[in-house]
């Protein structure tokens, strides 16, 4: 244990002073520093002739963004768009900057013009050691409808879409751990080539619900529905929604096909958004009061959707070339879906107006507000209906 004298000593000094002396004051010296600490003769010795290890500095340039004025701008933002990756937070940055001067006030001007050049890898860095892992993994619901199979045709050549309207849909339980009972299922539905994606919730998943589903994103969307595929789930390969899809006038008729059994790398586009727009939202939670499903939907149909085709940019496959054993993978620009519909030119000029003056009054942060208010209340309920209910 440190005595008085020797907290109060100024050892860096004193090791100085001690490697400059001659071997007479160096005696002197440790005379006085026995007396002073009551420390062993040998003992101090051997700490002023212990080597000081050096500091090793970074090789290479500083860096040019320091963690502690770029991060507190950034960090917010990142939160915001629900931790995407540095390649899709650079396009987000561009966007976003203005509304987080009126969220949080102004920015210098000279952080501000280096943080629009910012390199996707640099924010990757800067974030690296706030970024958490999550890892989740739910049960499929997937039941086969086996009796409609010869009638819908299995496609496989998703990628080659170049027209708008072509949809991917799925459906998620909202189960939790059991298949059981009665709950709530989320459809999914994305167009290929936009990006574009609506989600709806369902009781259960019947026929006809689906149904009722499908036909309110296709009343939403900013394009018509020309084809819609699918996996071999019971909720889709039934009469009632062949009947749907071919029961029109013949210029309207949406194109039904399927992807193959056991194979859900022809779905992919889907699958993906099954992650980043329900699991994300919505966690692995049971969900098994009817109640919920206009509670789910109100924020579905209205701040989700606008939140993630008119903010949040997505990243397509371009390119995809096996060597050897893997798979190397090219993909574009990031864009927003908003931006992708705009760049189309299959897309008529009196929606994609429409599409500018609703997106001139949206606000991110504002969205992302009553996002998380919405969910919170959604919350509530289902622990408030899940507690043990006392005995009497």
């Known amino acids: ?188 539905m994305t167009d290929i080539l936009l990006t574009w994606t609506e989600n709806r919730a369902v009781w259960n998943k019947g026929a006809y619900g689906v149904g009722l589903a499908i036909d309110d994103v296709e009343a939403n969307l900013p394009f018509e529905i020309k084809g819609f595929d699918c996996d071999n789930g019971s909720e889709f390969l039934n009469y009632h929604i062949i009947r749907k899809f071919s029961e029109r006038p013949a210029e309207k008729v949406i194109q039904f096909t399927r992807s193959r059994p056991y194979k859900k790398n022809d779905n992919a586009h889907v699958e993906q958004k099954n992650w980043t727009h329900v699991r994300q939202l919505f966690g692995y939670h049971r969900f098994d009061k009817e109640n919920l499903v206009e509670m789910m939907n109100d924020l579905y149909r209205n701040e989700w959707s606008l939140y993630q085709n008119h903010f949040i940019p997505t990243m397509k496959c371009v390119k995809k070339v096996k060597i050897n054993s893997k798979y190397q993978r090219r993909f574009d620009t990031p864009k927003t879906p908003y931006q992708r519909l705009l760049d189309c030119p299959d897309i008529s000029n009196e929606k994609k107006d429409a599409l500018k003056m609703i997106h001139k009054t949206l606000n991110p942060f504002k969205l992302k507000r009553i996002i998380d208010k919405k969910l919170k209340r959604i919350f509530n309920y289902v622990q408030l209906n899940t507690s043990p209910r006392k005995k009497i």
């Open 1 to 188: 244990m440190a005595t008085p004298y020797e907290k109060r000593i100024d050892w860096h000094r004193i090791y100085h002073k001690y490697r400059r002396s001659n071997l007479k004051k160096r005696s002197l010296l440790l005379d006085e520093l026995c007396d002073l600490t009551g420390m062993n003769r040998k003992y101090l010795i051997r700490k002023l002739n212990k080597k000081k290890t050096k500091v090793i500095k970074n090789r290479g340039t500083k860096p040019t963004y320091e963690p502690e004025i770029y991060l507190p701008i950034i960090k917010p933002i990142w939160l915001a768009a629900d931790q995407i990756c540095g390649k899709r937070l650079k396009v987000v940055l561009q966007d976003w900057v203005s509304f987080y001067e009126d969220e949080f006030g102004q920015i210098p001007v000279p952080i501000k013009h280096k943080l629009l050049q910012i390199s996707s890898s640099t924010l990757d860095r800067l974030l690296k050691p706030i970024k958490i892992n999550h890892k989740g993994r739910g049960i499929s619901g997937t039941k086969p409808g086996s009796i409609l199979k010869n009638q819908i045709p299995i496609k496989t050549n998703q990628w080659e879409e170049t027209k708008p309207g072509f949809m991917e849909a799925d459906t998620v339980a909202h189960c939790g751990t059991s298949l059981e009972g009665n709950f709530i299922w989320s459809l999914t």
